[in-house]
C-alpha cells in the first residue's frame, strides 16, 4: 500500500526536516498516558505496579496479529515475561508515525542499495517526523518498529536496573534483567519490575545500550501467544460496528449508482416512519438517520425517491472498458519503465506472446464498513470525536477536521480492531459521511453502516488490469534460446488516483510502482513499458496492490516459456535465479516440499509461481485435479516464505495462509463487472469466495538465507497463488487459461 508515498511524490519532501536517529524516536516518558500507578520509561513503555509491562501499539489490528508482532519485540529488549505483556493505543504523537510506509511509495526495490537510495529513505524519514502519518498497510508495521521497539526495549532495561540499583544500593554492573525481574548476578531477585515504580521517575535518559545479537534472543522467533485472540474469543472484542455511545443514531446509507454521481434531491413517499430521525444528502449518496439502523435502511429500500446526478459515463459497461484497453495496449503512450540486459537480433526468431487479462476486485471484508462520529459545536466544545476501524487515523482525522470545518486539534479519532482492512479502510469516504450526519444531528453520536451490497457497488477497487508478453527464441542453431523478453501492461493507478481524491493533490499519470517491480530473473534482456488508464471508476489499495495481478501475468509466462523451450517450469526457474541465492532457496524450498516431479494421477497436475515484494520472497506449488475437464480443486499449497527475521512463526504462517486464501478467492471467483455505468455485483452469492469446505490443505515453511533485511507478511502471500493454480491446470489439462477467474 503506497499511500503515503503519493504525499511524497506530490512535492511534500521540502517540508523541513525532524528524527534523525531511532534513538530520538523514543519521545518523552511522561507521552505514553502514564496514570498514577504507573511509571513510564519512554513513548513507548510503562510498567504498572501490578507488575505488568505495557507497550504503545501506534498500528491497526486487523487480525493480522501486529499487537503481538510488536510488544514481542520491546519484551525481547526487556526481558520481560510474556504473561506480564500489555498493549495499549498511544496518543496522537510523531514518535509512533509510519516511516516505512513513506519508503515503500518511493521508486526503489525494498533491498536496493546506494546514495541514492539512502539519501530518499533518509529524507522519507525526516518528512516522516514532519508529518506524523499513522498508518497501517503495506506491510511495513514490524519492518518500521524493528529498530525503534528495540531501542525502546533496551532503554526500559536500563532504567529498571539503575533503578533497581538506587532501591538495593547495589552497583549497576552487578544487576541483571532475567525474565521479567532485577536479579544479582548471583541469581538473588532484587526487585520486579512492578516494585520498582516509585524509583523510576528522575532518573535521566542514557544513551541507548546494544541491542541483543539474535543468538541471544528468548522472545523472538518463538510462536507465543497472540495478545488479541483472548478478547476476540471472549467476545469482548471491540470492532467499529460493536461502538455503542450514549444515545446513539443508526444512519443507513444509499450510494449513487453510477461513479461519481450525487444526489440532488430527494423525496420520502409519506411521513417518516416511527424511529427515523431524518433524511439528508451526503457525499455520494443519501442518508437515513434513526435510532434503528434496520428502520433507516428500509426507508431507503421502500419509501425514497432520489433524484440522481449521473457520473461521468454513465453508460459504462466492462466490454466498453476492455476494448478501451486494447486500444491503448495498441495506439496508447507507454512510458518505458525499463530495461534490462543487452538487446541482440538473432538471424532466426521465433516469437511467443500470450495476452492476459485482470478485472476489478472489491475487498469486500468481514467487517462491514462503518464509521461513528460526533460533532459538538458548544463553545469551547465544538470539535469532532470519531470511533472507527481505520488504517490511517492521520487521514481520518483530516478529513473529519475539514468535513466538519474543525481545526485539526479538535478532532480526535478512535481506531478500533478492524474485521478486515486490505487497504479499503485506509479510504475515507466513510468519515465524510458519518461526519455529515454527525453535523446534522449535533451532540449526538451517529453511527454509519452500510450494508454488503453498498460495500460490494461502492468500494476502490483493485484495478482491472491487461498485459501483452513477447518473447523471442534463437532458433539460428540447434536448442532454441531465449534472447528477450518484453511486456507492456494497461492499469489504472491507485497510487496516482489516491492523493488525488483524498488529498487534493494533482496527478502525476505515473504506474502504480508495485505492478512494475524488477523481475528476479536473468532475462537476456528485458523491457517493461506501462500505460496508465484514465477512468471514472475508483481504484484503491487492494491487499499486494499491483503485485496481486502483475505476479499472475509473469509467472504465467515464464511457465509459457518453459514450455516453448520444452523445459520444467521449476528447473528453467532454477537457471534464471543463479544470481539471486535468496529467491532460488525459497524457490527450490516450496518444491522439494511439494514434491516437484512425483507422479500424479493423470487429471491432477502441479504449478509454481515466485514473487518478491514488501521485501519478502514467496513461493508456491499448487497442486490441483481437474475432473472430467470441468470440476477444479485445488487439493494443496506448498508456500515457502523468506522475509528475514522471524517475530513470531505462528503469526508468520497465518498470514500466509491468509493471503493464499484471499488471493485464491480472487483466483476462482473474484470479478467486478459494469453494465449500464454501475457494479453488477451486490453480495457473496455473485462475489463468492472460498469456503472451508473447498479450502486446500496448506504447509508453509520458513526459510532463514541470512538475510537480516525485515520483510513484510501480511500481503506477499497473495500474489503467487493466482499463477501457480493456473499453471497447475495447465499441467492437468495442456489448457492455458490467461484470463481471471480461472475459468475452465
Not at 507488575?51 to 519485540?73: H, W, Y
Not at 499513522?134 to 531501542?151: E, F, I, K, Q, Y
Not at 431507503?300 to 459515463?313: A, C, H
Not at 511486456?487 to 502504480?512: I, N
Request: glycine share 10%.
Amino acid at each position: 500500500m503506497a499511500i503515503i508515498g503519493g504525499i511524497a511524490g506530490g512535492g511534500l519532501l521540502g517540508v523541513g526536516f525532524w528524527f534523525a536517529r531511532e534513538r530520538d524516536r523514543l519521545g518523552d516518558r511522561t507521552l505514553f498516558n502514564v496514570k498514577p500507578n504507573e511509571a513510564g520509561l519512554s513513548g513507548w513503555v510503562k510498567i504498572t505496579r501490578d507488575n505488568n509491562v505495557v507497550v504503545a501499539v501506534p498500528r491497526a489490528e486487523m487480525g493480522q496479529g501486529v499487537q503481538t508482532a510488536l510488544a514481542m519485540l520491546v519484551a525481547e529488549e526487556m526481558d520481560a515475561r510474556w504473561n506480564q505483556v500489555r498493549v495499549e493505543d498511544p496518543p496522537e504523537h510523531g514518535v509512533y508515525r509510519n516511516v516505512d510506509i513513506l519508503i515503500d511509495g518511493l521508486p526503489f526495490s525494498p533491498e536496493e542499495q546506494g546514495t541514492v537510495v539512502d539519501v530518499a529513505h533518509w529524507m522519507a524519514g525526516k518528512l516522516g517526523g514532519v508529518l506524523g502519518v499513522l498508518a497501517t498497510g503495506g506491510s511495513t508495521s514490524v519492518r518500521d518498529a524493528w529498530h525503534p521497539m528495540r531501542v525502546a526495549g533496551a532503554v526500559a532495561r536500563d532504567l529498571l536496573l539503575r533503578a533497581a540499583s538506587r532501591k538495593a544500593s547495589v552497583p549497576v554492573g552487578e544487576l541483571v534483567v532475567v525474565d521479567g525481574e532485577v536479579r544479582r548476578r548471583n541469581g538473588r531477585r532484587v526487585a520486579t519490575f512492578g516494585e520498582l515504580v516509585d524509583h523510576v521517575g528522575d532518573l535521566s535518559s542514557m544513551p541507548a545500550p546494544p541491542l541483543k545479537k539474535p543468538s541471544e534472543f528468548k522472545l523472538i522467533g518463538k510462536p507465543l501467544p497472540r495478545l488479541d485472540i483472548p478478547a476476540k474469543v471472549l467476545g469482548v472484542a471491540t470492532f467499529g460496528i460493536d461502538v455503542r455511545r450514549p444515545n446513539l443514531l443508526h444512519a443507513a446509507v444509499l450510494n449513487a449508482p453510477t461513479f461519481g454521481g450525487s444526489a440532488t434531491g430527494f423525496k420520502v413517499k409519506g411521513s417518516l416512519p416511527k424511529g427515523v430521525e431524518t433524511v439528508i444528502i451526503v457525499p455520494g449518496g443519501i442518508a437515513a438517520i434513526g435510532t434503528s439502523w434496520w428502520r433507516a435502511n428500509k426507508l431507503l429500500e421502500e419509501r425514497l425517491e432520489v433524484e440522481w446526478q449521473s457520473g461521468p459515463e454513465p453508460n459504462l459497461d466492462s466490454a466498453t472498458l476492455w476494448q478501451r484497453y486494447e486500444g491503448l495496449m495498441q495506439d496508447g503512450k507507454p512510458a518505458l519503465v525499463r530495461t534490462l540486459g543487452e538487446e541482440r537480433k538473432p538471424a532466426t526468431v521465433r516469437p511467443i506472446e500470450a495476452t492476459y487479462r485482470a478485472p476489478y476486485l472489491a475487498h469486500t471484508t468481514m467487517e462491514p464498513m462503518n464509521c461513528t462520529a460526533q460533532v459538538t459545536r458548544q463553545g469551547d466544545r465544538n470539535g469532532v470525536e470519531v470511533w472507527m476501524p481505520n488504517q490511517s487515523p492521520t487521514l481520518m482525522k483530516l478529513i473529519a477536521g475539514k468535513t466538519a470545518d474543525v481545526p485539526q486539534a479538535q478532532v480526535t479519532v478512535h481506531t478500533t480492531f478492524l474485521g478486515g482492512g486490505f487497504g479499503r479502510r485506509a479510504e475515507v469516504d466513510l468519515v465524510r459521511q458519518a461526519v455529515t450526519c454527525a453535523m446534522a444531528m449535533p451532540e449526538r453520536p451517529v453511527q454509519v453502516l452500510w450494508s454488503r451490497e453498498q460495500d460490494v457497488r461502492h468500494d476502490y477497487y483493485r484495478p482491472m488490469a491487461l498485459a501483452r508478453w513477447r518473447a523471442e527464441l534463437d532458433t539460428s542453431g540447434g536448442a532454441p534460446k531465449l534472447v528477450s523478453v518484453a511486456k507492456r501492461q494497461v492499469a489504472q493507478s491507485p497510487t496516482d488516483q489516491f492523493p488525488a481524491r483524498v488529498l487534493g493533490l494533482p496527478s502525476q499519470g505515473k504506474p502504480e510502482g508495485n505492478a512494475v517491480e524488477n523481475p528476479p530473473y536473468a532475462f537476456p534482456f528485458y523491457k517493461l513499458e506501462a500505460v496508465v488508464a484514465d477512468g471514472s471508476v475508483p481504484v484503491g489499495f487492494w491487499r499486494s496492490v499491483g503485485h496481486s495481478h502483475t505476479a499472475f501475468f509473469d509467472e504465467s509466462f515464464v511457465d509459457e516459456i518453459a514450455v516453448a523451450l520444452k523445459k520444467d517450469p521449476f528447473e528453467f526457474r532454477r537457471e534464471l535465479l543463479t544470481k539471486n541465492p535468496r529467491h532460488l532457496k525459497v524457490l527450490e524450498t516450496a518444491a522439494k516440499e511439494a514434491g516437484w516431479g512425483k507422479p500424479l494421477p493423470a487429471d491432477s497436475g502441479r504449478g509454481i509461481a515466485l514473487r518478491a515484494s514488501y521485501g519478502s520472497i514467496v513461493a508456491q506449488v499448487a497442486e490441483v485435479t481437474v475432473a472430467d475437464g470441468k470440476t477444479l480443486q485445488v487439493k494443496r499449497v506448498t508456500c515457502a516464505i523468506d522475509c528475514g527475521p522471524v517475530v513470531n512463526p505462528a503469526i508468520v504462517r497465518a498470514q500466509m495462509e491468509s493471503g493464499i486464501i484471499y488471493g485464491l478467492s480472487a483466483a476462482l471467483y473474484g470479478e467486478i463487472t459494469l453494465a449500464n455505468g454501475a457494479v453488477e455485483q451486490s453480495n457473496f452469492p455473485d462475489y463468492d469466495a472460498v469456503r472451508l469446505a473447498d479450502a486446500p490443505a496448506m504447509t508453509v515453511h520458513l526459510v532463514d538465507t541470512g538475510s537480516s533485511f525485515v520483510g513484510g507478511v501480511g500481503e506477499p502471500g497473495t500474489p503467487p497463488i493466482a499463477p501457480a493454480v493456473a499453471n497447475a491446470i495447465f499441467a492437468a489439462t495442456g489448457k492455458r487459461l490467461r484470463d481471471l477467474p480461472l475459468r475452465l
